[in-house]
Each structure stands twice: as C-alpha cells, then as structure tokens.
T-cell receptor, first 114, second 115 residues
Framework: GESVGLHLPTLSVQEGDNSIINCAYSNSASDYFIWYKQESGKGPQFIIDIRSNMDKRQGQRVTVLLNKTVKHLSLQIAATQPGDSAVYFCAAVGWAGANSKLTFGKGITLSVRP | DTGVSQDPRHKITKRGQNVTFRCDPISEHNRLYWYRQTLGQGPEFLTYFQNEAQLEKSRLLSDRFSAERPKGSFSTLEIQRTEQGDSAMYLC????FGSGGYEQYFGPGTRLTVT
C-alpha cells in the first residue's frame, strides 16, 4: 500500500529565509500530490498540488518539486513569514481518476523565528 | 463563507453514547470525503461519496460507523456506542471530480472527546 512520510518532524527557520520541506512516498503508481498547511485547531489548508507528469510547479511564494525517480517531493517556501508557522503535510493519490483518496504523511512542524 | 463547514466543532460524549456529525461541502462539489486525524498524525481516509453514492469505505471504518449523503449535498457521520479510541478530529473534505482538478478542500473538523 501507499505510505507517505516526511523526513524530519520539525523545522525551524529565520524569518525571511527560504524553507524546504521534504517528503518521500512509496507507491510508484502515485500520480497526484498535494501539500497542505494545518494550523492549530483548523482543518488542512490546500497550498499547492502537482501531477506526476510535471517535475515543478510554482505558486505564490511556494514551489513544489517532484522527483519520480527517487519518489521524493519537496515544498519550498520563499521569504518565510511568521504566518507560515504551522504543520505541513504532503499527501498522495494513487490514481487521481479513481477514488482520489489522499494518503497523508505524519506532518512536519515549521517554526519561524522572528 | 462558501467553504466546507462542519458541525459541531467540538463534541464531548461518554463512552457508549451515539454521536452524529454533519458536513456541508462546497456547494458545487460532487465528491465528499471523511477523514480521521489523531494527535500528531496526518488525516486517515474513512470513506467517500460521489453525489449520494458511498463508493468506498476504509477498513478503519468499523460497523459502529455509518455515513450518509442522502441528497448528494450534506453528509452525516454517525458513531454508535462510542469508545475512548474514537477520540479524534473528524475532518470532512470535498472536491469537484471531473473538472480536471482533484484538489480536496477541508472543513475545520469536529473534535470528538470520549470520556
């Protein structure tokens, strides 16, 4: 089955620096990936997604990179701000055209130092 | 607010009682998902609907759990004879399948505490 994991449980960065959060997945058939941000007491908030036919996608201050060869994806946050402090999850879908259920990793806590 | 809403936000119940949660998805979304999240973990898939049809249930969903989406709009998740292990955050998400995008949007969750 699918397993998705994040490499480190916590990440502390200085305000204004760039953050990189890494994630590995096990199912080579996974073809769709989403990054979510979850603040305390709230539901996960969609950040950015990427399909397996892409290796990079950019949003506002965020970039997701996908390396299918090593089954790894990363989320890069430019000029990290205090409001970016949260738990970040990567999630994978086995086949986006099927049930689309998401398999989540454990999450990494991003702390932004002022 | 046109996002996913869930009610109640918090529920405290005694072991053995039944509880029911409600989810209202984004109005044009045809798929609705239920997930469960325990402290420090990512959400785990429970079940999902396309319109009113329940298409898949996880092995995590014991016989004490039942979900409905009678008119293809809101959904309810009922837990019968609650156990302390049912304590978790129950999250609902919705998506518009068939539009070319597969992103799921989550509600704020219902936090269940079983005493």
């Amino acid at each position: 089955g699918e397993s998705v994991g994040l490499h480190l449980p916590t990440l502390s960065v200085q305000e204004g620096d760039n953050s990189i959060i890494n994630c590995a997945y096990s199912n080579s058939a996974s073809d769709y990936f989403i990054w979510y941000k979850q603040e305390s007491g709230k539901g996960p908030q969609f950040i950015i997604d990427i399909r397996s036919n892409m290796d990079k996608r950019q949003g506002q201050r965020v970039t997701v990179l996908l390396n299918k060869t090593v089954k790894h994806l990363s989320l890069q946050i430019a000029a990290t701000q205090p409001g970016d402090s949260a738990v970040y999850f990567c999630a994978a879908v086995g086949w986006a055209g099927a049930n689309s259920k998401l398999t989540f990793g454990k999450g990494i806590t991003l702390s932004v130092r002022p | 607010d046109t996002g996913v809403s869930q009610d109640p936000r918090h529920k405290i119940t005694k072991r053995g009682q039944n509880v029911t949660f409600r989810c209202d998805p984004i109005s044009e979304h045809n798929r609705l998902y239920w997930y469960r999240q325990t402290l420090g973990q990512g959400p785990e898939f429970l079940t999902y609907f396309q319109n009113e049809a329940q298409l898949e249930k996880s092995r995590l969903l014991s016989d004490r759990f039942s979900a409905e989406r009678p008119k293809g709009s809101f959904s309810t998740l009922e837990i019968q004879r609650t156990e302390q292990g049912d304590s978790a955050m129950y999250l609902c998400a919705s998506s518009l399948f068939g539009s070319g995008g597969y992103e799921q949007y989550f509600g704020p969750g219902t936090r269940l505490t079983v005493t």
